[in-house]
């Protein structure tokens, strides 16, 4: 039977079990703009990525990961770990049964989820934080994935997001067959929301079939770079009490703030808590997530993180429980990377004075090469740039010449796209470029990190680059 079918088949009748035309379509649309075109070119990416741009690790979080992989290492004298070290060490195997190769509990060791709650408690303020409702997880990323899978709920369903937004979340609501409801930042006001056209965002989004789940607001922002005022934060919060819009405050640049002075960090928690209307202060359903892979911390490859929620019912609380014992729990050395971000050495301690040095020096860099960026693209001809509040991200905008739109039409490229290839082979410099982010129409920008210590060669290549392809594409 089986010689007899396989006769009757020929290679014109067989159908591949797999293929790009019988995947499931969502994957095959979701872009992520950073993984791009441009980074596929270069052969590496440009997603704020601390260490691989040289960033150094801090050594106390480094000291405690290693003691917990080999807590033999404790017993070696001559290595001379510090006191402190050990002892968190210590207390985290104990934590965790001896061991970091057991699995945890699904939302995380509660040893650490106490230690986030005290340290949101003390960035807020004083308000309270319960562990119960805080869940690591494995990076941000995976938070803000469980948090649509559980409030999108059909595929008429849609969340706002800010343009230009983080690729992140439109990847995952075309993941999710949802819908994305952008709404701008405007770049003449520092990148702040507009406001006065959220309404009628939300309600072309309905009147297109669209129902409205949520909010996301990114500050400090991710590709633009600004801070949220607390008069924007609150008009957010009625706007979103007012539509019955889940709030989801992705926060993870909060220790990246490149001036403290033109702005301070306020996290949607402590804006909601205290919001001059004191009925929405219950009423509003908040997420907020954090990271170990930016800041001063990058630890971008142990993959840390976690999300608090506020105002969930209970049987909603359980139900995203469920979701995170579904992936059983997040990685360990990550768990113990939110540990010492959440917890780190205090003046007196033995390991302090080393970790203030390296975390200040790290900070002082990247506050020095974001001035150092924005001067050079504010003075650079047909070019302009927002001062930079917080991230590690700059947005320039680019006035190209009709004669390079006409050659990116004819290449078949999006303009940013094209000048950006053209930066990458020419200067050897990696952007991203903003239509993958999303920008203003007739708009023309690319995002640029300024991690690292090559800051002056990049000034160096791009101006020159620069000003070569003017002169090239003169009209």
């Not at 985290?92 to 939302?107: D, R, T, V, W």
């Not at 908040?286 to 019912?313: A, D, M, Y």
């Not at 009709?402 to 050659?407: M, R, V, Y």
């Amino acid at each position: 039977m089986l010689a007899e079918t396989t006769q009757m088949t020929t290679p014109n009748t067989i159908t591949p079990s797999l293929s790009i035309d019988n995947i499931n379509p969502a994957v095959v649309q979701a872009q992520y703009a950073v993984r791009g075109e441009v980074a596929v070119r270069a052969e590496e990416n440009n997603i704020g990525n601390p260490q691989d741009m040289g960033q150094k690790p801090i050594t106390f979080n480094r000291q405690v990961a290693a003691l917990t992989e080999l807590p033999s290492l404790m017993d070696l004298e001559e290595l001379n770990f510090p006191t402190d070290v050990v002892q968190r060490a210590k207390e985290l195997l104990e934590a965790m049964g001896g061991s970091i190769g057991a699995y945890s509990a699904s939302k995380g060791l509660a040893y650490i989820r106490g230690h986030v709650a005290e340290f949101l408690a003390e960035r807020d303020g004083g308000v309270e934080a319960d562990p119960e409702l805080i869940y690591l997880t494995t990076g941000a990323s995976s938070g803000v994935k469980a948090i649509l899978q559980l409030i999108l709920a059909s595929e008429q369903d849609g969340v706002m997001i800010p343009i230009p937004q983080y690729p992140l979340y439109s990847a995952t609501l075309a993941l999710q067959k949802a819908h994305q409801v952008p709404y701008q930042l405007l770049e003449e006001k520092q990148w702040e929301p507009d406001l006065e056209s959220l309404e009628e965002v939300i309600k072309k989004a309905a009147a297109e079939g669209t129902r409205t789940r949520a909010m996301v607001l990114i500050s400090p922002g991710n590709p633009v770079g600004n801070v949220l005022s607390l008069e924007a934060m609150n008009e957010i919060i009625r706007f979103c009490a007012s539509h019955n819009l889940v709030l989801i405050a992705d926060e993870v640049y909060q220790a990246n703030i490149a001036n403290h002075v033109l702005k301070k960090f306020v996290s949607f928690k402590r804006a909601l808590s205290t919001h001059p209307d004191e009925e929405l202060r219950t009423q509003v359903p908040l997420v907020s997530l954090h990271s170990i892979s930016k800041g001063q911390t990058g630890e971008c490859g142990r993959r840390g993180g976690f999300l608090e929620i506020v105002n969930f019912p209970k049987p909603v609380q359980e139900q995203l429980t469920k979701l995170a014992s579904i992936d059983l729990c997040p990685p360990i050395q990550g768990q113990i990377g939110v540990d010492v971000l959440v917890r780190p050495p205090k003046p007196g301690e033995p390991s302090y004075k080393k970790w203030y040095k390296e975390t200040r020096t790290i900070q002082k860099n990247m506050n020095k090469n974001a001035a150092q960026l924005s001067k050079v693209f504010q003075s650079t001809s047909k070019m302009s740039s927002s001062e930079a509040q917080g991230a590690m991200y700059l947005f320039p905008q680019i006035e190209l010449p009709k004669k390079a739109i006409e050659a990116a039409q004819k290449a078949g490229k999006e303009p940013d796209l094209f000048y950006c290839l053209e930066l990458l082979e020419r200067a050897g410099i990696c952007v991203v470029p903003g239509s993958g982010f999303g920008q203003a129409e007739n708009t023309t920008h690319f995002r640029t990190t300024f991690l690292g210590d090559q800051t002056d060669e990049f000034v160096k290549r791009f101006t020159k680059f620069h000003a070569e392809f003017l002169e090239r594409y003169k009209d």
